[in-house]
């Protein structure tokens, strides 16, 4: 029997290289056993020679980003009312877009099912919508944890392009309150999407030796990266559910982040590294007090290591796989492909 054919719709493909493009590149490898999966920025329902094989005879759409892949969702619903739609809701969509943008709202409406990435994302939601909605949390294969971390100095990374949504500035002002403490060490990947930003961090490192601005870099050495740090910093404003907090998890580095739904939902509310969204204070004092006490590395390492098992790749498949084998009526079991 023939694969049923998918299209996953995202409007950040590899050259962007953000969450959105991790997500839909990890969930085309995960269905791509089960489904004939056309992986594509937009969908505007032209014909098959246009839109690519097995484009025209799709039997759903997935689509990431309810605001910037709206024309999609509707040519997509307009063409084919009764196939399913998987809305997946990012971050901006969740804690910004769907408040007042119309086109993300009128996607919220047209879609058979919304999926959250963290734990707390139904409960952004109105009822009638928490109704159709999943939660699938991002997975990342386990990376064997650094064993040799240098004893000199802590090295605390933050992983986010520099945007205003991933308050990159926060970062820059705890930077600046721990310069005299020469045994931290800084470093900061991520492209420079606001220029502003990017002068901030160019000053920021003539400034303070410490601190060091990588620019972006590719996916592996990235995660080699988190790997290989004592910790991870995440203070963004909102979050759907950020794939580097997952890394890190997985990858036994323990993370100070933000306390908003983004972070709470992949972290858990009792977390011991959350600081107020844009307290640079208490990002700084939460850095130096994993220097110098002895116990707050290895418990928060235990704090991420009880949470770990939630986001395996296996996990992860076989939930998006039931998902889909609901809409569709597939009869194959998640984990095992089709001929």
């Keep these: 029997m023939q694969r049923p054919a998918l299209v996953l719709v995202t409007p950040a493909l590899a050259d962007a290289n953000n969450g ?3 997500t839909a590149r990890r969930w085309a490898g995960m269905l791509a056993g089960h489904y004939r999966v056309q992986l594509r920025d937009r969908w505007d329902g032209l014909a098959a020679d246009h839109a690519g094989p097995g484009a025209a005879d799709a039997a759903l759409m997935i689509a990431l980003h309810a605001r910037r892949s709206a024309a999609s969702i509707l040519a997509w619903k307009t063409t084919h009312p009764d196939r399913p739609l998987v809305l997946v809701l990012t971050g901006t969509d969740l804690y910004r877009d769907i408040d007042a943008d ?9 879609a058979d099912r919304l999926v959250v990435l963290n734990d707390c994302g139904p409960q952004r939601l109105a ?4 109704a159709k909605t999943t939660v699938i949390l991002q997975s ?11 004893r ?9 392009h520099l945007r205003e949504e991933k308050s990159p500035a926060t970062f820059f002002a705890a930077v600046r309150r721990l310069a005299a403490r020469t045994d931290l060490r800084f470093d900061h990947i991520g492209a420079a999407l606001d220029p502003a930003l990017a002068d901030q961090a160019r000053a920021l490192q003539a400034e303070c030796p410490h601190y060091r601005w990588l620019g972006a870099l590719p996916h592996a050495a990235t995660r080699r990266r988190i790997r290989d740090a004592q910790l991870l910093v995440h203070p963004s404003r909102m979050e759907g559910g950020a794939h580097v907090v997952t890394e890190a998890l997985v990858s036994g580095t323990p993370v100070l982040a933000s306390r908003i739904d983004g972070n709470l939902g992949l972290l858990g509310e009792d977390y011991g590294g ?8 208490a990002l700084a004092a939460l850095i130096e007090r994993a220097r110098d006490d002895a116990a707050m590395l290895p418990a928060l390492r235990a704090q991420c290591a009880e949470r770990a098992a939630r986001f395996e790749p296996a996990r992860e498949r ?16 998640p984990g095992e492909p089709r001929p």
Aim: proline fraction near 7%.
């Design 152 to 160: 000199r100095h802590l090295r605390a990374l933050m992983v986010g």
């Design 102 to 110: 119309a086109d993300a709202q009128r996607s919220l409406a047209l």
């Design 140 to 150: 990342a294969r386990a990376l064997q944890p650094a064993t040799q971390r240098p």
């Design 318 to 333: 076989d939930h998006l796989l039931r998902l889909l084998a609901d809409l569709t009526g597939a009869p194959n079991t």
């Design 20 to 22: 959105n493009w991790q």
């Design 274 to 281: 959350l600081f107020d969204w844009g307290d640079d204070a």
């Design 127 to 130: 009822p009638a919508l928490r």
